[in-house]
């Protein structure tokens, strides 16, 4: 990963988050962040803060950045062939983009993708893998966060009497719900969610949003959507992204029923996407 700087103009002001988010913690900062795939702006001077423990929603349409400020927050940028980034990610008050030890890093941050993501491994080892890597060898310890962790991702009663079948065996939904637990094996303090349900069925999606709703109590969760309801079911705050730029952020609520630009406006009821 390299540093440029990014052109300077804005589609316009991100409006300012209001309310008792404010009063929150700031978990993450990106300030004045900046990101490119060779030619190719993908951010552009995004000033963003994360309050612990909540939900923010990072909504736009397609090619508006929303991935690549995943990819910043666990260095996951680093392994894209001419990726550039300048700015600051910080992580309480840490800059991430300078660590040296990212795989220290990585283990603070979970992380679901699109599709389901499995270890050619069994159920039980897709969710010890990490831990033991981590150094945990006391089996009856790995067997307590096996089980933390199915439970947690809601699998636990599905598949507690075949831990040794392999993972790709599972149905899709199951899948995503084991990558969902194997993300939360290593405990962390932030989750990040990029279209995970995009390959699932609604009643898999509505079981994975209410696991959710229970994480944010002890998890920071940022969650990266097409689907502008499951922001607004699920998200304390929302952020529209337009080309790179963030345009607005604020409650939720404000965002879907008063958004303060009319570019947010259009998005969310539906004119364009």
């Not at 040296?100 to 080892?125: C, D, H, K, Q, T």
């Not at 709703?213 to 607004?232: S, Y």
Request: with cysteine; hydrophobic share 40%; net charge positive.
């Amino acid at each position: 990963m390299k540093t440029q700087t990014e052109p300077a103009g804005r589609l316009s002001s991100a409006t300012a988050p209001s309310g008792p988010a404010q009063q929150s913690d700031v978990h993450i900062s990106f300030r004045n962040v900046s990101a490119s795939y060779g030619p190719m702006a993908a951010l552009r001077e995004v000033n963003l803060e994360v309050y612990r423990r909540e939900i923010l929603g990072i909504i736009g349409p397609a090619n508006s950045g929303k991935s690549t400020l995943l990819k910043c927050i666990n260095r996951t940028i680093d392994f894209v062939p001419n990726a550039r980034v300048t700015g600051k990610v910080l992580i309480d008050g840490q800059d991430v983009l300078k660590l040296r030890n990212v795989y220290a890093l990585r283990r603070r941050i979970g992380m679901v993708f699109p599709l389901p993501v499995g270890l050619p491994l069994s159920v039980y080892e897709n969710v010890a893998y990490a831990p033991r890597r981590a150094g945990v060898r006391q089996r009856h310890e790995l067997d307590a966060i096996v089980e933390r962790c199915l439970r947690q991702a809601m699998l636990w009663d599905e598949v507690k009497d075949r831990l040794d079948i392999l993972g790709t065996k599972l149905s899709g939904g199951q899948q995503q719900r084991l990558t969902l637990a194997r993300a939360l094996s290593l405990d962390p303090e932030i989750l990040c969610l990029d279209e995970f349900s995009i390959a699932i069925d609604p009643v898999t999606t509505m079981r994975i949003e209410d696991i959710l709703r229970e994480l944010k109590q002890q998890v920071t969760i940022v969650l990266v959507t097409n689907l502008v309801q499951q922001a607004r079911r699920l998200a304390d705050r929302t952020a529209f992204f337009m080309a790179g730029r963030l345009v607005e952020v604020g409650s939720t609520e404000a965002i879907f029923e008063h958004p303060q630009c009319e570019l947010t406006r259009r998005y969310v009821v539906g004119d364009f996407g």
